[in-house]
T-cell receptor, first 109, second 116 residues
Framework: GIQVEQSPPDLILQEGANSTLRCNFSDSVNNLQWFHQNPWGQLINLFYIPSGTKQNGRLSATTVATERYSLLYISSSQTTDSGVYFCAAELNRDDKIIFGKGTRLHILP | DAGVTQSPTHLIKTRGQQVTLRCSPKSGHDTVSWYQQALGQGPQFIFQYYEEEERQRGNFPDRFSGHQFPNYSSELNVNALLLGDSALYLC???????????????FGEGSRLTVL
């Protein structure tokens, strides 16, 4: 079945640093979403990005569907950016949405 | 505009019991998907309901069943609970466009189930 792989699994950075999180998917997809899971477990929408690049403040995302990957960029990290970031890919063939295992980001003050 | 709401937020059951979790979708959405998230893992797709029918299903046994009502709200039922069913159960809603797939998912805060 489709695989959605995220890297790195864990990332520890100093406040103010920039980071790039990667999501690779093994099959063609309709869409790709990025989420941030807060400490209480809720998944917060960051980007809905089937292709191209989007930006929202310090965050931006790029999906290259033909090469089967997506990148999430976080600039000038803040401690509130800590948490787990998930990508989720919607399969082209059956509309199932499959999540990666996440990247756990820890921003140090 | 109310987002996705789930109930209950926490519950404790014993092995062999049955549980029902409830989800009300975001206003204007017609599709509900359920996910199970074990500690330290990514959400695992259970199933999706659209037009009151189960449309897609992940690798979960028949003990997991669901329902969607005419107002688009949904229930997840788990029978014969096992210790391994302890997890955060997440409901997501979306607007399923023709030929556009499931659409952008919006999640509720989840129901945390503990099986003793």
């Amino acid at each position: 079945g489709i695989q959605v792989e995220q890297s790195p699994p864990d990332l520890i950075l100093q406040e103010g640093a920039n980071s790039t999180l990667r999501c690779n998917f093994s099959d063609s997809v309709n869409n790709l979403q990025w989420f941030h899971q807060n400490p209480w477990g809720q998944l917060i929408n960051l980007f809905y990005i089937p292709s191209g690049t989007k930006q929202n403040g310090r965050l931006s995302a790029t999906t290259v569907a033909t090469e089967r990957y997506s990148l999430l960029y976080i600039s000038s990290s803040q401690t509130t950016d800590s948490g787990v970031y998930f990508c989720a890919a919607e399969l082209n063939r059956d509309d199932k949405i499959i999540f990666g295992k996440g990247t756990r980001l820890h921003i140090l003050p | 505009d109310a987002g996705v709401t789930q109930s209950p937020t926490h519950l404790i059951k014993t092995r062999g019991q049955q549980v029902t979790l409830r989800c009300s979708p975001k206003s204007g959405h017609d599709t509900v998907s359920w996910y199970q998230q074990a500690l330290g893992q990514g959400p695992q797709f259970i199933f999706q309901y659209y037009e009151e029918e189960e449309r897609q299903r992940g690798n979960f046994p028949d003990r997991f069943s669901g329902h969607q009502f005419p107002n688009y709200s949904s229930e997840l039922n788990v029978n014969a609970l096992l210790l391994g069913d302890s997890a955060l159960y997440l409901c997501a809603s979306s607007l399923k466009g023709p030929g556009l797939g499931t659409g952008e998912l919006f999640f509720g805060e989840g129901s945390r189930l503990t099986v003793l």
